[in-house]
């Protein structure tokens, strides 16, 4: 069996800054309930007319990441495009990848499992390069949040904590048998789907029904989230799924050189990173400065932690997520 490594990591964010002030202005909210509940201090939302958008977005932090593998986009055999926000209903974001970064006629997959999508996305090039099917498998997490929230008084336990933005990084084949992808652990539980979800317009709400049912609350073209539950969840799911990938490596909790959570909320962060006894350099946040991205958290969090040298060769890095489905899942690498 092959041997996968995460060879190239980038990322971009939109220009544009949206402190809690600003959302304060057009909605009733302030600094310090968002910082207090979620750690968030500013988001990044994309503006009309900046050029951006999922994939584009997704485009610019995949060639950071290709050119940091030492690739051109010609190289990349696969894309696996995590996202809940894609330019189009359909088709999908891959394709739109392939063709703005002039790659051959290679395979274009999506994921849609919300902010477990990345390590999904992961999990699916490692096993194509395990099997020697692929060299090098572009993996991408994007979000285009700001449009789609509700920016009224009434969506604001949801619109606060998301932000716009991509990561992506490059899993190639390795020659070097005590580096990579250790293992991935996926998980799901669709008994919970309604928890956090965004309902219409889709095949099961259309867009008339909706305009026959007119609702004034619950709209289900903005996202819903039961807060609380959602919370209580994922600090159990995090925790146990964590544990699972240390236990199939023979690893403790004190053997993680840099733990890379889901920017799902700074509380969920420190709740974790408390439960698990593990001190503040294990652990790499930064929901304070673009809140929640979603698919787009761990790529983002992974590229900045590599860029300050808070990832050096030979850590052993955990990724974990918990979101929408629910879905959750975990990575451990050797760096
Ligand atoms: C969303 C979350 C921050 C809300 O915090 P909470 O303590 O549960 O707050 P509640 O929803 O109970 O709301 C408490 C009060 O604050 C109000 N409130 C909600 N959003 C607010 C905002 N942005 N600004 C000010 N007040 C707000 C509510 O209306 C409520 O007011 P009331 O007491 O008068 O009814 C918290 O539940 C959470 O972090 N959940 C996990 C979310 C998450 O991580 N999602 C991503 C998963 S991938």
Redesign the pocket.
Known sequence: MNVSRITGVGMYVPENVVTNDDLSKIM???DV??QE??GIKERRHIQKGDGNSTSVMGAKASRIAIERAGLTPYDIDMIVFATLSPDMYFPGGGVEIQEMLEMRTIPALDVRNQ?SGFIYALSIADQYIKTGMCKHVLVIGSENHSGGLDMTTRG??VS??FGDGAGAVVVSESEDNNRGILSTHLHSEGKYKKE?MLEGPSTGYWVPEIMADNPQENIPYYPY?N??F??KH?VVRFSEVIQEGLEANGFKTSDIDMLIP?Q??L??SQFIQHKLKLSDAQVFNNIQKYG?TTAASIPIALTEAWEKGKINKGDLVVLAA???GFTWASAVIRW
């Open positions: 009733d909210t302030n309930w968002i509940r979620t902010c604001r336990g606060v904590i956090l989230m807060g609380q959602v919370f994922a889901h799902a909320n509380r969920i929640n918990f979101g929408s």
